[in-house]
Nanobody, 117 residues
Framework: QAQVLESGGGLVQTGGSLRLSCAAS????????MGWYRQVPGEERELVAE??????????NSVKGRFTISAISRDNAKNTVYLQMNSLKPEDTAVYYC????????WGQGTQVTVSS
């Protein structure tokens, strides 16, 4: 059974750091992209960062200039992707979702990240 499972969310103070992890298993296709999106109630889900199998990363506009170019990393052999978030702000509070993209998109259930002021 295909599964995408996130971990690593939690509560952190402004300026703190969190590292999110995501593991995909039982995927019936080649995963070309793995990445992170986030969503707050009443708003659309937005891209945080995504990486293709060749290591090329794309960052969403809301985190460009804040998250370093090495914030997202991926282990293709293990179908895992990580997101290192530093200098977090309250506006980063959201549910963070992992997505594996190949023949179609597979989403995880999400992990809550809360940044207190």
């Amino acid at each position: 059974q295909a599964q995408v499972l996130e971990s690593g969310g939690g509560l952190v103070q402004t300026g703190g750091s969190l590292r999110l992890s995501c593991a995909a298993s039982g995927i019936p296709f080649t995963i070309h992209f793995m990445g992170w999106y986030r969503q707050v109630p009443g708003e659309e889900r937005e891209l945080v960062a995504e990486m293709n199998s060749g290591g090329w990363a794309t960052y969403g506009n809301s985190v460009k200039g804040r998250f370093t170019i090495s914030a997202i990393s991926r282990d293709n052999a293990k179908n895992t992707v990580y997101l290192q978030m530093n200098s977090l702000k309250p506006e980063d509070t959201a549910v963070y979702y992992c997505k594996a993209r190949g023949d179609y998109d597979l989403w995880g259930q999400g992990t809550q990240v809360t940044v207190s002021s």
